[in-house]
């Protein structure tokens, strides 16, 4: 069964920086494309950025195209999202999950880390 | 962008209840429909497939229906274990969406 394990959240400044990490283990990492979705608290789940195994594919949501930045190292099975320009309404749990492609799902999911943008 | 809306926000039923949570999409979206449970404090985890199948490991009490733009998730005899919040999401040409989700509490 797959393993995720996110890391790098925080408090963080309006428009300051993050970069959180999603270590993953017990299934071949470079095969499969990697996602980061989010909760902002009481709220529902929004998609925001996906990378393919080879890195050669990206996806982002509106809301974060060009302030968020997706990407993967395979040597160290770990994918990463720089978060930039942060703003308030970017305080949410962030969660790195595994695409199962062929159905179009997140089959499996971190455990979650707290993003809370705030003076 | 397509929408996705459930139905109900809340849903308030009792141990051994049948419950069904419907998710509407704003146009056809063929069979590209999951379902997802979320526990307070946990990761969602992944119920149903291309709107009816079933993820392994998930109970039988569990199913999907539907196509185009209308599904159903059923849970046939609630246990208490159910009570949750459960998401339908979409995908389609590299863009992932969900519905608002759907609060299912002890009455």
């Known amino acids: 069964e797959a393993q995720l394990l996110e890391s790098g959240g925080g408090l963080v400044q309006p428009g300051g920086s993050l970069r959180l990490s999603c270590a993953a283990s017990?299934?071949?990492?470079?095969?499969?494309?990697m996602s980061w979705v989010r909760q902002a608290p009481g709220k529902g789940l929004e998609w925001l950025s996906t990378?393919?195994?080879?890195?050669?594919?990206?996806f982002y949501a509106d809301s974060v195209r060009g302030r968020f930045t997706i990407s993967r190292d395979n040597s160290k099975n770990t994918l990463f999202l720089q978060m930039n320009s942060l703003r308030a309404d970017d305080t949410a749990v962030y969660y790195c999950?595994?695409?199962?492609?062929?159905?179009?799902?997140?089959?499996?999911w971190g455990q979650g880390t707290l993003v809370t943008v705030s003076p | 962008d397509i929408q996705m809306t459930q139905s109900p926000s809340t849903l308030s039923a009792s141990v051994g209840d049948r419950v069904t949570i419907t998710c509407r999409a704003s146009q056809n979206i063929n069979d590209w429909l999951a379902w997802y449970q979320q526990k307070p404090g946990k990761a969602p985890d992944l119920l149903i497939f291309?709107?009816?199948n079933v993820q392994h490991g998930v109970p039988p009490r569990f199913s999907g229906g539907g196509s185009g733009t209308e599904f159903t998730l059923t849970i046939s005899s609630l246990q208490p274990d159910d009570f949750a919040t459960y998401y339908c999401?979409?995908?389609?040409?590299?863009?992932?969406?969900f519905g608002q989700g759907t609060r299912v509490e002890i009455k």
């Open positions: 291309k709107a009816s």
């Open positions: 999401q979409h995908y389609s040409s590299y863009l992932w969406t």
């Open positions: 017990a299934f071949t990492f470079s095969s499969y494309a």
């Open positions: 999950a595994k695409v199962w492609a062929a159905s179009g799902v997140f089959d499996s």
């Open positions: 990378i393919s195994g080879g890195s050669r594919s990206i």
